[in-house]
């Protein structure tokens, strides 16, 4: 007698995707139709060029101080080694292109700290991006930062000072979009912890916004 193969059962029904209410598609709308634009004064750029400056196979950022001039500073990890920024002036003032293996990438220890560099070194630097991690998303006074993908798979950082979404009020009054992840893929965003800084890294760039005065209308970094 031939044994019969175990018949595999009916496939179910496909399980269709929720559908968007009248008061999401209207959010999701608002969110695509808000087109990217400076963050409103007393912030300024701290590079010169709309992406920041280029950093290849970025993983994750970090910020500390600098106990000298009190600047913020922010620190890069990428497959290419660590780097510091000043991010007032935007200079870079160190770089590690060979870190020690076991402190190359944040995610070798539990806290996610790599060792920093420069005017920091001897300390550890708290690094959020790839390997998880944050930076903070609200300021003492009411700044606030959210990324959005009202069309995935592309990131959108929103800066405002209505608490967030839904963003009812007017937008360039009370909300920004500030940057748009179109082209690599968002890494971190946050403010530094003074509140005096906001950095959004991507895959493939560090961009920089700083509400501390310039010493003079050259102030913003051309590296």
């Given amino acids: 007698m031939t044994k019969r193969n175990k018949e595999a059962p ?9 559908v968007l209410s009248a008061y999401q598609r209207a ?5 695509l139709s808000a087109p990217v634009v400076p963050p409103p004064a007393p912030w300024r750029p701290v590079f010169e060029y709309a992406y920041g400056v280029p950093v290849g196979g970025l993983l994750g950022i970090g910020f500390a101080s600098h106990s000298e001039s009190g600047h913020d ?3 890069v990890v990428s497959h290419d080694g660590h780097g510091l920024f000043d991010a ?3 200079e870079k003032i160190a770089r590690d ?3 020690d293996p076991e402190d190359s990438t944040p995610d070798g220890v539990a806290d996610l700290t790599c060792p920093g560099l420069g005017p920091i070194a001897g300390s550890r630097v708290h690094i959020a991006g790839l390997f998880g991690g944050g930076l903070h998303t609200k300021a003492k006074d009411g700044w606030f930062l ?3 993908t ?7 950082v929103l800066l405002s000072v209505d608490g967030g979404l839904p963003h009812s009020g007017p937008y360039g009054e009370q909300w920004w979009h500030i940057f748009h992840a179109a082209y690599s893929e968002l890494r971190a965003f946050g403010f530094s912890p003074s509140g005096e800084t906001i950095a959004v890294a991507t895959s493939s760039d560090l961009s920089l916004w700083t509400r501390r005065p310039s010493r003079n209308n050259e102030d913003v970094a051309r590296r």
């Fill in 88 to 90: 007032v002036t935007g």
């Fill in 97 to 99: 292109r060979d870190p």
């Fill in 73 to 75: 500073l922010v620190m």
């Fill in 10 to 18: 009916p496939a179910g029904p496909a399980v269709s995707e929720p």
């Fill in 146 to 148: 959210e990324a959005v």
């Fill in 27 to 31: 959010l999701r709308d608002r969110l």
């Fill in 150 to 156: 009202p069309a995935w798979p592309n990131d959108r």
